[in-house]
């Protein structure tokens, strides 16, 4: 089932402003993923968190967890326009299947 | 490194008719793949998770007997779209879990499929 909820839907911004996205679940996980997908393209893994860490930094990208609120947050700063694209999280469940449930995703556009 | 690949990119088909596609894994060996559907403006659905040499284990809602699965061997997976309908129509994608176990799934670049 699908348990990820993104929000906001959409997010349209300035080129050099920064960019929020939060994701939220239901159920226990043993990590968060953040993916990024260009229209009609493949998906692009950004980032992993475990259910053990609260933050994680890559280059722009910053992601918190925190398991007791069941949410996550990705942040993109000093966005460009490249950054334009469909962002997902993804969680896998505990239990080892890594079957992952993506959120609904953030349609981002960043405007020059 | 950590490469997979989707054939075809795109499909189109007549109603009825049955499609093939291919998942393959280029530089590592996948004991699991995973098989996923894209409505235009939507969310990745899982359809399926496939297991080298053994059946594919289908989510709730997904008929097997439409949507066969084949993982033959630890770097390839098929997905065979049978008589195909309008409703079929979609973007599919997979994905690869290495052997080596990681909690990492390397996603193909995704096929669209169009039956007329």
Excluded at chain 1, 49 to 66: A, F, M, P, W, Y
Excluded at chain 2, 109 to 115: A, D, F, W
Aim: glycine share 8%; charged share 20%; aromatic share 8%.
């Amino acid at each position: 089932s699908q348990q990820g909820e993104e929000d906001p839907q959409a997010l349209s911004i300035q080129e050099g402003e920064n960019a929020t996205m939060n994701c939220s679940y239901k159920t226990s996980i043993n990590n968060l993923q953040w993916y990024r997908q260009n229209s009609g393209r493949g998906l692009v893994h950004l980032i992993l968190i475990r259910s053990n860490e609260r933050e994680k930094h890559s280059g722009r990208l910053r992601v918190t967890l925190d398991t007791s609120k069941k949410s996550s947050s990705l942040l993109i700063t000093a966005s460009r326009a490249a950054d334009t694209a469909s962002y997902f999280c993804a969680t896998d469940g505990i239990g080892g299947a890594q079957k992952l449930v993506f959120g609904q995703g953030t349609r981002l556009t960043i405007n020059p | 490194g950590a490469v997979v690949s989707q054939h075809p990119s795109r499909v189109i088909c007549k109603s009825g008719t049955s499609v093939k596609i291919e998942c393959r894994s280029l530089d590592f060996q996948a004991t699991t793949m995973f098989w996923y559907r894209q409505f235009p403006k939507q969310s990745l659905m899982l359809m399926a998770t496939s297991n080298e040499g053994s059946k594919a284990t289908y989510e709730q809602g997904v008929e097997k007997d439409k949507f066969l699965i084949n993982h033959a061997s630890l770097t390839l997976s098929t997905l065979t779209v049978t008589s195909a309908h309008p409703e079929d129509s979609s973007f599919y994608i997979c994905s690869a879990r290495p052997a080596i176990k990681t909690d990492t799934q390397y996603f193909g670049p995704g096929t669209r499929l169009t039956v007329l």
